[in-house]
């Protein structure tokens, strides 16, 4: 069961770079989101997916840019790489039913010097 | 807005004592409630979840919650510690009157827990 599966792991841009993370599900779910996670400020949304060919911003979304061509895929793109954007990126999938939880993939941990 | 307050970034105990993670919420309605846990390098795992019915909602690895409404309240226990337990939970809301929920979990701040041998 692969469930959630983000690529790439690691990564280390130089400020100014720009760059794709890939989130792709498996579970067949309508939801799909991006979460940042910093130290002592827990996870806040960036942007969100409630279907194919939709998006939406959530707290924190400038400086990102999101795609959903596909279902089971959701992009979220960084046009220009700075160093507040350094963190650890968390994607979720969720089905539609309200009282669901969410599935997150293992991060990818993104360094911006 | 849905906020989510967990008291305590740090919580140590010793092995074999109670585990008390403190999981608070405001909200005039009551939300659908979660508890996630976190390892080092690793993704978010559930543990729990309180949606209806009974109050009291058990999970994995011996960890359960009750649901206070008065108190608008979601506390995590455990009646004995373990080391592997030693990890960041994460307390979640779902607003059930935002879309049914579409817009995410909104999530505290978290709180580490750590297991003193």
């Known amino acids: 069961n692969a469930g959630v599966t983000q690529t790439p792991k690691f990564r280390v841009l130089k400020t100014g770079q720009s760059m794709t993370l890939l989130c792709a599900q498996d579970?067949?779910?309508?939801?799909m989101y991006w979460y940042r996670q910093d130290p002592g400020m827990g996870l806040r949304l960036i942007h969100y997916?409630?279907?194919?060919?939709?998006?939406a911003k959530g707290e924190v979304p400038d400086g990102y840019n999101v795609s959903r061509l596909k279902k089971q895929n959701f992009l979220l793109g960084l046009e220009s790489a700075a160093p507040s954007q350094t963190s650890v990126y968390f994607c979720?999938?969720?089905?539609?039913?309200?009282?669901?939880?969410?599935?997150f993939g293992q991060g990818t941990r993104l360094t911006v010097v | 807005a849905q906020s989510v307050t967990q008291l305590g970034s740090h919580v140590s105990v010793s092995e074999g004592a109670l585990v008390l993670l403190r999981c608070n919420y405001s909200?005039?309605?009551?939300?659908?409630l979660f508890w996630y846990v976190q390892y080092p390098n690793q993704g978010l795992q559930l543990l729990l979840k309180?949606?209806?019915?009974?109050?009291l909602v058990k999970g994995i690895n011996g960890f359960e919650a009750e649901f206070k409404k008065s108190e608008t309240s979601f506390h995590l226990t455990k009646p004995s510690a373990h080391m592997s337990d030693a990890a960041e939970y994460f307390c979640?809301?779902?607003?059930?009157?935002?879309?049914?929920?579409?817009?995410?979990?909104?999530f505290g701040k978290g709180t580490h827990l750590i297991i003193q041998p």
């Open positions: 979720a999938s969720r089905n539609s039913f309200m009282n669901t939880e969410a599935f």
């Open positions: 579970m067949n779910h309508e939801y």
């Open positions: 997916s409630v279907g194919e060919g939709t998006t």
């Open positions: 909200s005039s309605v009551p939300p659908y």
């Open positions: 309180y949606t209806t019915g009974a109050t």
């Open positions: 979640a809301v779902s607003d059930p009157q935002s879309g049914g929920g579409a817009d995410g979990l909104t």
